[in-house]
């Protein structure tokens, strides 16, 4: 093999509102290597169905890679960015054709690491709350999503179809996809296992000659403790709550699920029960503000890639938030050298699936300095999105932003899978090294 490519590919497929990417490496006399960056869904087309339409999706990947995976990405555990790595009956077992791939490494964000979960070993001496307590309240966020899901199931006469809508897919797309999280951990042990944060090795450079990976983000907490918090009207209103008092652990509580739905107690951490205990009696719209809240804290833990390719550079930030961003670009020590680098990107995915505080405006937008140049050297991005489904209008938070879509088009080669034909499974982006 030559010790670089002279392409790259990009696949994205369509998976509805959700992230699934194939990059493929191309080196002489057509040799490939492929990374998957994400497989997952919470909308799909109307028409489609995860446990059929999934399915499609990882045989073409499969067909795509020639059945052989140099290494699967799962940039955080949104469902949106999962949920086809799972391998029961729901996903279509999708989950299986990709395993059946074999790839070498899986990488994942260090707050996935099974391990630290249940002894974590970095924490900020000064912290108020230890690297294991805000894992442990990642846990407990899956929980409360499942309670909310509950409620939306029997809605309150009290909630509109536009309150139930959101917060019964802002409920699935947190809870947590034991299935997927099972196959990727297996996927792992079977070949190498990567937790990954700022600075830290990627372990893509020996698989990919020629190929330079970068880990931006997320930050861990000996870094920075931003990614606790959300830059909202009441940032971190509820995680200082939940997880990070001593005062409210061992308090007792009502299960959510027993008082939403009747059904038998579902067991929750101590942390998480004071909060189940009052989301019955919270308005429809602080019930939605929180939830919000919880989606928006997961996406900050979502990794951070840039792909450097001969001159070539293409970055995938998963569903990075403001907070993730501002440690690279703002906080490092190395943040001036980042900003200078990300300037001439040639690729963006489009963060969040073009969520407002996603694509930071004065951190990271306007230093792209390919954006609005002539064809052939202008900047092309990747916009995996499906309108209608997360956010609103009228408090401009609707996904994808009309603002930042309008510019995208006008300053940008703008692929939009939501704009791709009826039935075609992905669109490919060749990029000449």
């Known amino acids: 093999m030559a010790n670089k490519p002279t392409s790259v590919e990009v696949r994205a497929y369509q998976v509805g509102f959700g992230d699934c990417f194939l990059v493929s490496f191309v080196y002489p006399k057509k040799e490939k290597r492929h990374v998957l960056i994400d497989f997952g869904t919470t909308e799909l087309p109307k028409g489609h169905k995860p446990s059929t339409h999934m399915p499609k999706i990882a045989q073409a990947i499969k067909n795509d890679c020639g059945g052989k ?58 912290s108020n709350r230890s690297t294991r307590g805000f894992l442990a309240s990642l846990t407990a966020m899956h929980q409360v999503a499942g309670a909310v899901e509950r409620i939306v199931q029997s809605p309150p006469r009290s909630m509109s179809p536009a309150t139930a809508k959101q917060l019964r897919f802002l409920g699935m797309d947190n809870i947590k996809n034991k299935s997927a999280v099972e196959n990727l951990i297996q996927m792992g042990a079977d070949a ?82 004071w909060f189940c205990d009052r989301l019955s009696v919270m308005t429809n719209e602080q019930l939605l503000e929180i939830v919000r809240t919880l989606d928006d804290q997961m996406n900050n833990t979502s990794l951070i890639l840039l792909f450097e390719v001969g001159n070539k550079k293409l970055l995938f930030p998963g569903d990075a938030q403001i907070e993730n961003w501002s440690y690279a670009l703002q906080d490092a020590p190395d943040a001036a050298a980042t ?67 309008k510019t995208l088009e006008s300053e940008t080669d703008l692929l939009n899978t939501n704009k791709l034909s009826k039935g075609a499974l992905c669109h490919l982006t060749v990029i000449d090294v």
């Open 339 to 405: 900003r200078k680098l990300l300037a001439g990107v040639d690729l963006y995915k489009v963060g969040h699936h073009g969520s407002r505080n996603a694509t930071p405006k004065q951190l990271l937008w306007e230093g792209f300095s390919k954006r609005g140049a002539a064809k052939g050297r202008r900047l092309r991005t990747i916009l995996s999105t499906m309108p209608g489904k997360h956010g609103t209008p009228s408090k401009k938070t609707e996904v994808p932003r009309k603002t930042l879509l």
């Open 69 to 126: 995976l140099t290494a699967v990405v799962a940039t955080h555990r949104h469902a949106d960015h999962i949920s086809g790595f799972a391998t029961d009956g729901r996903s279509g077992h999708s989950g299986t054709t990709i395993a059946e791939c074999k790839p070498k490494l899986v990488l994942q964000p260090w707050t996935e690491d099974p391990k630290a979960a249940k002894n974590a070993k970095k924490a900020t001496a000064n």
């Open 192 to 273: 190498t296992a990567v937790w990954a944060h700022h600075g830290s090795k990627a372990g893509l450079d020996r698989l990919l000659p020629g190929v330079k990976v970068r880990v931006l983000g997320p930050p861990d907490l000996t870094q920075t403790e931003k990614i606790k918090k959300m830059r909202s009207s009441d940032p971190d209103q509820f995680w200082q709550l939940v997880g990070a008092s001593k005062s409210l652990r061992g308090l007792g509580g009502v299960d959510i699920g027993e008082r939403a739905t009747g059904r038998s107690r579902i067991p929750l951490p101590a942390e998480a029960r």
